[in-house]
């Protein structure tokens, strides 16, 4: 019999806090699972860095200079390019997340900015498996 586990964190940050997700028992966000991870963001002026959602020692998302950023202990760190597609400042940005077990892919507003094969051990609850 196979279950699929879905997760769902709806979370609302001001400035200047964050969201810490806990550790989802066997799941992983840093490698080895496929996953959609997603956020609107209000990016003010000069906004050059902004960690969104992190998991410490494991993974990090988040928006740099007005690129789409997503690191991880286990599939590297993974940058927009801003020159391309960026976040507008002083406005609401959709920024995505979405690895499908071998590609990560970067969004801004729904619009495909970054893609590269990101594989990796699974790294769940602190260790690899």
């Not at 806990?22 to 050059?48: E, I, M, Q, Y």
């Not at 390019?81 to 590609?103: F, Q, T």
């Amino acid at each position: 019999m196979s279950t699929q586990r879905r997760s769902f964190f709806a979370l609302k940050c001001a400035p200047p806090d964050l969201a810490f997700c806990a550790a989802v028992p066997d799941r992983s966000l840093s490698g080895g699972d496929a996953f959609s991870l997603g956020a609107t963001v209000f990016v003010p002026h000069n906004g050059s860095d902004k960690t969104v959602v992190e998991q410490p020692g494991s993974f990090r998302f988040g928006y740099d200079g007005g690129a789409v950023l997503f690191e991880s202990k286990n599939l590297g760190r993974h940058r927009s390019d801003p020159a391309g597609l960026h976040l507008l400042e002083n406005e609401w940005n959709r920024i995505d997340a979405v690895y499908d077990g071998e590609v990560l892919r970067l969004y801004v507003q729904g619009i495909p900015v970054y893609e590269a094969i990101a594989t990796g051990e699974r790294f769940v609850d602190g260790e690899t498996r």
